[in-house]
């Protein structure tokens, strides 16, 4: 079953601007992921906030977690043209099992 | 440098054919994965592995089977009993088994084709 979903499916963007992408899950979580795939390659991780954080930074990326509303944010300030790639976000369950549970994504465009 | 090879890149099946994907890591992880991936439909967990000849089934395990008789190597074999094959296969591993806040590392995937 799907945990998390991603908001939206699809974003287009220029260049210098800032992509927000969403991720809604349904049951309770130890930590969820962020993952970014260029077509065709497999996942690269990006960022892992655990359940008792609500904000992490790296580089250009910010991910809040609103653990209330079982929900994500994962923000890419000042993007560029080798942003353009699907995102995942990637949810533990908490009943102790390392397996992930991924989205759908949401596909990204940055046009220069 | 540490990595998932997966080979081939490309793989085609003819109706009744069994086929075997590979997937190598020299990470030195644990625990291993193998997930499909269809157009919009994300990723989807079929088996998995946490120790040396021991491996779980995920939500869609009908079809194919693994083993896993070393730490670096967790082939997947897709049966003539999946009848529909084509996706796009991932292996990925991860550094310990059982525990939490464990990034997978992933390979670069198999494509795998109906002739």
């Known amino acids: 079953s799907q945990q998390g979903e991603e908001d939206p499916q699809a974003l287009s963007i220029q260049e210098g601007e800032n992509a927000t992408m969403n991720c809604s899950y349904k049951?309770?979580?130890?930590?969820l992921q962020w993952y970014r795939q260029n077509s065709g390659r497999g996942l690269v991780h990006l960022i892992l906030?655990?359940?008792?954080?609500r904000e992490k930074h790296s580089g250009r990326l910010r991910v809040t977690l609103d653990t209330s509303k079982k929900s994500s944010s994962l923000l890419i300030t000042a993007s560029r043209a080798a942003d353009t790639a699907s995102y995942f976000c990637?949810?533990?369950?908490?009943?102790?099992?390392?397996?992930?549970?991924f989205g759908k994504g949401t596909m990204l465009l940055v046009s220069p | 440098d540490g990595g998932i090879t997966q080979s081939p890149k490309y793989l085609f099946r003819k109706e009744g054919q069994n086929v075997t994907l590979s997937c190598e890591q020299n990470?030195?992880?644990?625990?291993m994965y193998w997930y499909r991936q269809d157009p919009g439909q994300g990723l989807r967990l079929i088996y998995y592995?946490?120790?040396?000849?021991?491996?779980q089934k995920g939500d869609i395990a009908e079809g194919y089977s693994v083993s896993r008789e070393k730490k670096e190597s967790f082939p997947l074999t897709v049966t003539s009993a999946q009848k529909n094959p084509t996706a796009f296969y991932l292996c990925?591993?991860?550094?310990?088994?059982?525990?939490?806040?464990?990034?997978?590392?992933f390979g670069d995937g198999t494509r795998l084709s109906i002739l």
């Open positions: 990925a591993s991860s550094k310990e088994r059982q525990s939490f806040n464990q990034p997978q590392h």
């Open positions: 049951t309770s979580i130890n930590n």
């Open positions: 906030i655990r359940s008792n954080e």
């Open positions: 990637a949810t533990d369950a908490q009943s102790g099992y390392s397996t992930l549970t």
């Open positions: 990470l030195n992880h644990d625990a």
């Open positions: 592995s946490q120790i040396v000849n021991d491996f």
